[in-house]
């Protein structure tokens, strides 16, 4: 368990880091729609997070990161989502990106964070890849899609299956590969979170060295190469930091739709009825307290689960499937009730919330598709947690 020094100071840290996130919201939200035009997020949203250092969140210190833990890194996706989905979830994936790099060994590391300490990284862990041993490392070629961040990143985590001479795989793995080995194609044409730039990486026969690759067998047993054995953070459980890290921006949108509804209510009129102002009416009432209710609901999920990986970690154990299950469970559970509150805010503020000019519809559509990412989908969580209640083994997810 960690100590009541460690988490005061944990606690600490994560308010400073938030409140730089919250700094920032005026100039994110005044570059929201901008950004969606473009499908990129603008140069100056991106110069301001890097300024405020929320791009080393989940960096290792000794490179002039923050080592922060899980709980800190959803509070402030949250808070930078909160101005604009799009760059909440880019910070977010960054940072998880980060922080599987320093799961990686030193050496590693040192190719990634000790070259330039204003590095920032994107990823895809699925193996869109393969790859062939050859002297020194391995032989990598594939296409990746959805690489939020891409458009702004100096390296990337890729996912791949090691082959043998006949193309029969030998194990799944994630390799680290500079900018300069991978090309990036256009291709993210959504209607949500479309300055996120979530474009296709792709690389033929790049030569990645051995100790920029680790197998997936590895990291799932927790058996992590980096040497620093002491870094807690770098003890978290595998795909339950993957998962859990993706609820932060959802609850920073959650918040901003509730924040922007309420805040009309006092001078909207309700169409068609007697009533001048919203606010008056008993059923937007109770729609606006449903609403702020599931957004509070997620957040408990989502702290729940952090917490837990994060206690874990601190004790050096690895969470037991029962554990990770319901990790997974909580985070598909807030994304759910996040989407479910948005939908109850936009049918009470009414049609005006569709409209381009509105900061709505750009909510509602990037929370609808960031909950629709493959580690959050209920019906699989859902089924994971119901086995792991039961005892019985996970046989239908690659990653819990």
């Not at 833990?69 to 101005?83: M, N």
């Not at 009309?264 to 102002?277: D, I, L, S, W």
Request: with cysteine; net charge negative; aromatic share 6%.
């Amino acid at each position: 368990m960690a100590s009541s020094e460690t988490v005061y100071r944990s606690t600490n840290d994560r308010r400073l880091l938030v409140s730089r996130a919250e700094c920032l919201r005026p100039l994110l939200a005044q570059n929201a729609r901008q950004g969606a035009v473009d499908r990129r997020l603008p140069e100056a949203s991106i110069m301001a997070l890097a300024e405020a250092g929320l791009f080393k969140l989940r960096m290792p210190k000794r490179y002039g990161g923050h080592e922060a833990d899980l709980r800190t890194q959803i509070d402030v996706s949250a808070a930078i989502a909160y101005g604009d989905g799009a760059p909440g979830w880019v910070v977010g994936l960054a940072n998880t990106c980060a922080w599987i790099v320093g799961l990686y060994s030193v050496r590693a590391q040192d190719d990634v964070f000790g070259v330039d300490p204003e590095v920032r990284i994107c990823g895809s862990s699925a193996s869109r890849g393969t790859a062939v041993t050859v002297e020194g490392g391995v032989r990598l070629s594939g296409r990746w899609s959805y690489v939020s961040g891409c458009l702004h990143a100096h390296w990337a985590v890729l996912g791949f299956d090691l082959v043998d001479e006949a193309g029969a795989v030998i194990e799944a793995a994630l390799a680290l590969v500079p900018a300069v080995d991978y090309v990036v194609s256009d291709t993210w044409f959504t209607a949500g979170m479309r300055a996120s730039g979530s474009n296709t990486l792709s690389a033929e026969d790049v030569f990645v060295p051995q100790h920029r690759v680790v197998s997936r067998a590895r990291l799932a047993a927790g058996n992590y190469p980096t040497e620093r054995k002491d870094e807690i953070v770098y003890r978290a459980s595998w795909a339950p930091t993957l998962t859990v890290s993706l609820i932060g921006s959802l609850l920073g949108l959650g918040r901003a739709a509730l924040d922007h509804v309420r805040d009309a209510a006092g001078t909207k009129e309700m169409a068609a009825t007697v009533f001048n102002r919203q606010a008056d009416s008993a059923g937007f009432q109770m729609q606006l307290a449903d609403a702020a209710l599931r957004i509070e609901s997620a957040y408990l999920h989502a702290c729940r689960a952090a917490e837990d990986i994060d206690e874990h970690a601190a004790r050096g154990e690895l969470p037991d499937l029962s554990a990770r299950a319901r990790a997974r469970a909580d985070a598909s559970r807030a994304a759910v009730l996040v989407v479910e509150a948005i939908t109850i805010l936009l049918n009470a503020h009414g049609s005006g919330g569709l409209a381009e000019s509105s900061a709505l519809q750009r909510i509602w559509q990037d929370v609808n598709n960031a909950a629709r990412h493959a580690s959050l989908l209920p019906a699989i969580s859902l089924e994971i947690y119901g086995k792991a209640l039961l005892g019985l083994e996970n046989d239908i997810a690659l990653n819990v």
